[in-house]
Each structure stands twice: as structure tokens, then as C-alpha cells.
């Protein structure tokens, strides 16, 4: 059964960190780009991060909005990709989604990622003193 199974959200303070997991059962994640999405309650959803599939996953893709408190990475052993957060602000609160599909992060100028195939279920996040 192909299925993505993202975790690790929470409630943390400002200032403070996660890790998000995105693991894959089914197929096997190298393969695909993987980026990390997230909706905050009455927003739309957004792209956070991407990273493209293979050798081609040197140089992953951030929204401007976490750059540089934000890192993708991939396990391929464990067939798992993660977000750390760090630094997190209130803004950062939101239901956090993994997804892949395609070999490249498709940016066109910003964190768009499209053609995903395959999603997760969510994991929320909420950064509040």
C-alpha cells in the first residue's frame, strides 16, 4: 500500500524547534522530489520546502518566509525525508503536509511544487507562549 505517514508536529514556544518526519511505505522516496506543505486555518496552503529526488537533491527549495530557520533532508535508509524547524514563530502555526511526486521541484519562481502524486495526512504545529 503506497501511503506517506508525516509526524512530529506539536505545540512549542517561540524561539523553539521541531522535526517533522515524512516516511513512506510503498515506494521508495529517493526516487521522487518531496516537498513539505502547510495551511494555516483560513489560509490557503502554501509550499514550505522541496527537495528533488536523487543527486539532484543538492540544493533544496525554501519559501522566503523560512529560509534559513527551515532544512529538508533526506534518510534514505529509513525512506524517510524531514523538515527541521527552528527558531519557530507564531506565524509557522499551521497543519504541516509531506508530499512527492515528479523527479524536480517545480518552483516557477516560488514554492508552487506541483505535481504531487502521493500525500500525507497532516501533523499540526503550533508555536504559542
Known amino acids: 500500500q503506497l501511503q506517506l505517514v508525516d509526524s512530529g508536529g506539536g505545540s512549542v514556544q517561540p524561539g523553539g524547534s521541531l522535526r517533522l518526519s515524512c516516511a513512506a511505505s510503498?515506494?521508495?522516496?529517493?526516487?521522487?522530489?518531496v516537498a513539505w506543505f502547510r495551511q494555516a486555518p483560513g489560509k490557503e496552503r502554501e509550499g514550505v520546502s522541496c527537495?528533488?529526488?536523487?543527486?539532484?537533491?543538492?540544493?533544496?527549495d525554501y519559501a522566503d518566509s523560512v529560509k534559513g530557520r527551515f532544512a529538508i533532508s533526506r534518510d534514505n535508509v529509513k525512506n524517510t525525508v524531514y523538515l527541521q524547524m527552528n527558531s519557530l514563530k507564531p506565524e509557522d502555526t499551521a497543519v504541516y503536509y509531506c508530499?512527492?511526486?515528479?523527479?524536480?521541484?517545480?518552483?516557477?519562481?516560488?514554492?508552487?511544487?506541483?505535481?504531487?502524486?502521493?500525500w500525507g495526512k497532516g501533523t499540526p504545529v503550533t508555536v504559542s507562549s
Open positions: 508530499a512527492a511526486g515528479g523527479i524536480l521541484c517545480v518552483t516557477n519562481g516560488g514554492p508552487i511544487y506541483n505535481g504531487m502524486e502521493y
Open positions: 510503498g515506494l521508495t522516496l529517493d526516487y521522487y522530489a
Open positions: 527537495i528533488s529526488s536523487g543527486s539532484r537533491s543538492d540544493l533544496p
